[in-house]
Nanobody, 120 residues
């Protein structure tokens, strides 16, 4: 089972950029769809980006054109490059293994997440 460790969060002004990293243990990382979730204050956790083993990507409408997800299978790591950040992007960001069957399902363990705060 994939066990993730997220890093790279911080405080940034609106319009700025951050790059998140997620190092994940597990022998099946390279064949696993991985994704980034965001949990904004008072809201449910949602998938904002995902990348399949074949590097097919998915983005939530709210981040499309601003965020880029990528993976390095040699390092068992996925990344989330976040540009043109706005205060609505504030939240705790988690990565996890997931699958899509009519909707996204988490199939791995949760890490501690990394806090992203965007000031206006």
């Amino acid at each position: 089972q994939v066990q993730p460790v997220e890093s790279g969060g911080g405080l940034v002004q609106a319009g700025g950029s951050l790059k998140l990293s997620c190092a994940a243990s597990g022998s099946r990382f390279s064949v696993t769809t991985m994704g980034w979730y965001r949990q904004a204050p008072g809201k449910q956790r949602e998938v904002v980006a995902a990348i399949s083993a074949g590097r097919i990507t998915y983005y939530a409408n709210s981040v499309k054109g601003r965020f880029t997800i990528s993976r390095d299978n040699d390092k068992n790591t996925i990344y989330l490059q976040m540009n043109r950040l706005n205060p609505e992007d504030t939240g705790v960001y988690y990565c996890n293994a997931l699958k899509y069957e009519d909707k996204w399902y988490t199939v791995g363990s949760w890490g501690q997440g990394t806090q992203v705060t965007v000031s206006s």
